[in-house]
């Protein structure tokens, strides 16, 4: 998967979370964590990531971050919980 179709997920999950005002204030907060973490893991070069032990530290945190969502949002919120799934799924074979 290239970085422009995760863009494009996370721009989905973004269209998601808005159309659902329901979701809690502290769920909408990680999930832009979420969002700011994966942004700047992608903004570096492969070459930058490989080199910088920070890179892997930010990639656990995203993988902890997505999972505890994940178990947050699985009753009240299926659709995102669904486009979650897939980013976790897509960053997995990215090797975040």
């Known amino acids: 998967m290239n970085r422009e179709e995760l863009t494009a997920l996370l721009q989905r999950l973004h269209t998601e979370l808005a159309a659902r ?3 809690d204030a502290s769920t909408r907060e990680a999930l832009q964590t979420l969002d700011a973490d994966i942004q700047r ?3 570096q070069s492969d070459e930058q990531a490989a080199n910088d032990p920070q890179t892997r530290d930010d990639q ?3 993988n902890v971050l997505a999972q505890t969502l994940e178990a947050k949002l699985e009753t009240d919120h299926p659709v995102l919980v ?3 799934r ?3 799924d897509r960053l997995g074979k990215m090797g975040i």
Do not use: E, G, R
């Open 82 to 84: 669904s486009t979650l």
């Open 86 to 88: 897939d980013l976790m």
């Open 41 to 43: 893991v992608l903004a």
């Open 21 to 23: 005002p329901q979701v």
């Open 60 to 62: 656990d945190d995203i």
